[in-house]
């Protein structure tokens, strides 16, 4: 129950963000449920990886290169998915730090924790 919970909140923000970004479009809420499924594996299965993979360059930037991990995440759930498509690399990097800011501050809200 609570991971269809998360997966509720990820796929409304998911159209929320759609509506006020300009390089972010989703086709219905039917397609934002598929992204935040295939946001969540991707986070379970590729993004370990390629934290491992890039390391020394996270150690190098304190951290910050994790935006970019993020940033292609985003970029590979485009192309996976149809219905949705960000425009530019740097689109999907502001929409992943804006999902996971809004995510922490949803589930703070309504009371879930990590």
């Keep these: 129950m ?7 909140i990820t796929s409304f923000l998911v ?8 390089g972010v479009h989703v086709d219905n809420f039917t397609t934002a449920l598929i992204v935040a499924v295939v946001l969540g594996l991707l986070n379970i299965f590729v993004k370990p990886i390629l934290v491992i993979l890039t390391l020394p360059i996270t150690f190098i930037t304190l951290g ?3 935006l970019v991990i993020n940033a292609l995440i985003i970029l590979l ?3 996976i998915v149809g219905g949705f498509s960000v425009d530019s690399f740097f689109t999907a990097l502001l ?3 804006i999902l996971s800011v809004s995510q922490s501050l949803m589930y703070s809200i309504l009371g879930e924790t990590k």
Aim: aromatic fraction near 16%; charge should be positive.
């Design 2 to 8: 609570k991971l269809l919970f998360r997966i509720l």
């Design 15 to 22: 159209v929320l963000l759609s509506h006020f970004m300009t």
């Design 64 to 66: 910050l290169f994790l």
């Design 77 to 79: 759930c485009d192309n």
């Design 95 to 97: 929409f992943s730090i």
